[in-house]
T-cell receptor, first 113, second 113 residues
Framework: ETGVTQTPRHLVMGMTNKKSLKCEQH?????MYWYKQSAKKPLELMFVYNFKEQTENNSVPSRFSPECPNSSHLFLHLHTLQPEDSALYLC????????????FGSGTRLTVV | EDQVTQSPEALRLQEGESSSLNCSYTVSGLRGLFWYRQDPGKGPEFLFT???AGEEKEKERLKATLTKKESFLHITAPKPEDSATYLCAVSLNSGGSNYKLTFGKGTLLTVNP
């Protein structure tokens, strides 16, 4: 257990479905992140939230919609996805100035069929 | 454009055979360089943070070093349980209180018994 919990661990969805990924941290961190990890590619930053406010949207398609109701919870709402969106979606949190970067969750393995 | 390049892409070692992984970066305003370990199906796990050229950090069989243009992760007498993907990331002085991590593609290390 890393302190950042992601659910579900695995998700298979059709292109017309709507689903949500959940991330929860109880580390007292003020920033939370969504990353996408695809095979043979570096981790791609999707969204950054700082004190519940979105501070970065890295040109992510609108079929991905983040929500951060408080500093401990982060959601990624999915709708009308494409097969190329299949990937490992990682949530992370951090506390500025502590020097150990991010604490990652175990990820949600998403397959779009 | 800021860039992080890791080499080799994959490395296969015999148990006890020491070697090094490389992470080179071309960024302006480096705030820190991070090493992570990622096991299959899991999120990255923090290993080290390095801040300035000449800095070194050690943990068990791993030692990380930093110069102005690259970092090395030295693995001494590796064991099969050291098999994983090792990720390098840099954080930049982005002007805010939080920071983004830019990742390399990783090096897949396999240690055979």
């Amino acid at each position: 257990e890393t302190g950042v919990t992601q659910t579900p661990r695995h998700l298979v969805m059709g292109m017309t479905n709507k689903k949500s990924l959940k991330c929860e941290q109880h580390l007292g961190h003020n920033a939370m992140y969504w990353y996408k990890q695809s095979a043979k590619k570096p981790l791609e930053l999707m969204f950054v939230y700082n004190f519940k406010e979105q501070t970065e949207n890295n040109s992510v398609p609108s079929r991905f919609s983040p929500e951060c109701p408080n500093s401990s919870h982060l959601f990624l709402h999915l709708h009308t996805l494409q097969p190329e969106d299949s990937a490992l979606y990682l949530c992370a949190s951090s506390q500025p100035g502590q020097g150990y970067g991010y604490t990652f969750g175990s990820g949600t393995r998403l397959t779009v069929v | 454009e800021d860039q992080v390049t890791q080499s080799p892409e994959a490395l296969r070692l015999q148990e006890g055979e020491s070697s090094s992984l490389n992470c080179s970066y071309t960024v302006s305003g480096l705030r820190g360089l991070f090493w992570y370990r990622q096991d299959p199906g899991k999120g990255p796990e923090f290993l080290f943070t390095l801040y300035s050229a000449g800095e070194e950090k050690e943990k068990e069989r791993l030692k990380a070093t930093l110069t102005k243009k690259e970092s090395f992760l030295h693995i001494t007498a590796p064991k099969p349980e050291d098999s994983a993907t090792y990720l390098c990331a840099v954080s930049l002085n982005s002007g805010g209180s939080n920071y983004k991590l830019t990742f390399g593609k990783g090096t897949l290390l396999t240690v055979n018994p």
